[in-house]
């Protein structure tokens, strides 16, 4: 990382040096045997995952997200037959669905694709119709042609593999890099219920039977809220001031179950703990607005004033990402480099198949 500022604005700011071979590419054998990095103080703490219940108090509130990583990558090829590759971001109702689309050469629009071998070879086709969400934006819209009374969810389960992140690299092949066995288990959390994501809320990942049943005896509540993780999480910054970052959206939904349980929560006293930044953005999108579903584009930096959420259970995030700059805001920029230098010398592993860390607000003045 660089020399700290007074206040973190550029991109290289959040910039530091990790060995390639922390990037963990396989899960844990247990869930909870990752490690924990207990960063609410310096120096931090070097515990396993199974230590959170110990680490958090009666009348506390554990919010999950519990949405459901789909198996939205599915190869095909164009008419012409150069090869091609589909993530379906969104399915937007009846056939149609919004795709990032991986090709040579991008078809023309009416287009048809041959997906999973195509309709006359037990796949499926679709007609690309245009962009989305508007002309010039970052996905394309396709109409699905299948078996009659297919869906474009039962496609997806059928055709479809998971999307690992790309950092995730298991090459089988020279282009393919395919999800494994253990992914269609470990890449899903235990209490994953509403399909919709591609990438999985990796903080929860960690989260197996025992813990929960231990946090419930301490009496650590839990509430859910559902965000779909959009491929957007791994899109690079690419501007050195981030202030010109444009974020990508994605749908949540908060029941109103879970606006009580905040509430309750916080009038007996206990701490909002949310599990991964998908939670905390879904939580302070919701602060906001005040609309419990929506589409969030919101963009958490240093400077920003946390209004729900007090505790963060959290994967060790990408350099220069926008989540980097977000638990950067939450704990304090100086204190999130120090416990980022602490877990690579001391070898935590990193990413979705990570370790993990648990952080503690800090007053506003410290994430500047």
Sequence with gaps: ??????????????????????????????????????????????????DLPQLLQAGDLLVFNDTRVVRARIFGEKASGGKLEILIERVLGGDEVAVHLKVSKKPAIGGLLHLAGGLHDGGFDAVLLGRYPHADGPLFRLRLIGPPDATPWSLMEQHGHLPLPPYIARQQAADFDPDEAEDNERYQ???????????????????????????????????????????GTFQPVKTENIAEHRMHSEWYHIPASTVQAIADCKA???????????SVRTLESWARSGQTEGDTQIFITPGFDFQVVDVLI???????????MLVSAFAG??????????????????????DSMLLERQPLSASR
């Design 1 to 50: 990382m660089t020399t700290p500022q007074t206040q973190p604005h550029t991109l290289s700011d959040f910039d530091y040096v990790l060995p390639p071979e922390l990037i963990a590419q396989h899960p844990t054998a247990q869930r909870s045997a990752s490690r924990l990095l207990d960063g609410r103080h310096l120096p931090p703490a070097d515990r396993h995952f199974h």
């Design 333 to 354: 920029y100086t204190h999130i480099r120090q416990l980022y230098e602490h877990a690579v010398a001391q070898q935590y592993r990193f990413f979705s198949y990570g």
């Design 314 to 324: 959290t994967n060790f995030h990408l350099p220069k990402s926008t989540l980097m």
């Design 268 to 278: 007996r006293g206990g701490r909002v703990v949310a599990v991964g930044t998908t």
């Design 189 to 231: 959390t235990v209490f994953a219920r509403e399909p919709g994501a591609v990438a999985a809320p990796t903080a929860a990942l960690h989260f197996d039977a025992a813990v929960l049943e231990q946090l419930a005896q301490r009496g650590v509540q839990r509430a859910n809220l559902t965000l779909h993780v959009g491929a």
